[in-house]
């Protein structure tokens, strides 16, 4: 099977994410509350794709490396290693965040989405950033 597709829909569904994360924001800043659900649901579904289509690609692939050289290298390996703590550390925040709205602790809920949303759009934005600069700016040769 040809894996190089994966990169591509791993970035389209990053920006998914991130325009969803948007859209619940908005909606929740109008109290448009199930609207906000909806919105947040689907980031998370399509962030579980984009683990899922992530660890097929990498498994079957390996690394790739980044061409870039001058000083837009350590701005690559910034952006990406912040990317990457961020990205673990994510995961156990969107499960607190979600599972505090479950329970109906809007209160709590509020306060840890105030970090949660944040810190999941920027995971969202600079996937596709290093998407960009690892694929289509400096693609290996």
Same mark, same amino acid.
């Given at each position: 099977?040809?894996?190089?597709?994966?990169?591509?829909?791993?970035?389209?569904?990053?920006?998914?994410?991130? +325009? !969803?994360?948007?859209?619940?924001?908005?909606?929740?800043?109008?109290?448009? &509350?199930?609207?906000? #659900? $909806?919105?947040?649901?689907?980031?998370?579904?399509?962030?579980?794709?984009?683990?899922?289509?992530?660890?097929?690609?990498?498994?079957?692939?390996?690394?790739?490396?980044?061409?870039?050289?001058?000083?837009?290298?350590?701005?690559?390996?910034?952006? +990406? !290693?912040?990317?990457?703590?961020?990205?673990?550390?994510?995961?156990?925040? &969107?499960?607190?965040? #979600? $599972?505090?709205?479950?329970?109906?602790?809007?209160?709590?809920?509020?306060?840890?989405?105030?970090?949660?949303?944040?810190?999941?759009?920027?995971?969202?934005?600079?996937?596709?950033?290093?998407?960009?600069?690892?694929?289509?700016?400096?693609?290996?040769?």
């Amino acid at each position: 099977m040809d894996y190089s597709i994966l990169p591509h829909i791993n970035a389209m569904l990053n920006a998914t994410s991130g +325009l !969803l994360l948007v859209a619940g924001f908005y909606f929740i800043m109008r109290r448009r &509350v199930t609207a906000h #659900l $909806r919105a947040m649901t689907s980031a998370l579904v399509v962030s579980c794709i984009f683990l899922v289509s992530y660890l097929v690609y990498h498994y079957n692939h390996g690394s790739t490396r980044f061409t870039g050289q001058g000083y837009i290298r350590p701005v690559y390996f910034f952006i +990406l !290693l912040t990317h990457t703590i961020l990205a673990a550390a994510i995961v156990p925040l &969107v499960a607190v965040t #979600l $599972r505090r709205a479950w329970r109906g602790d809007f209160g709590r809920h509020r306060r840890i989405a105030r970090w949660t949303f944040p810190l999941w759009l920027y995971v969202s934005i600079t996937g596709v950033v290093v998407y960009l600069m690892l694929y289509q700016l400096y693609p290996s040769r």
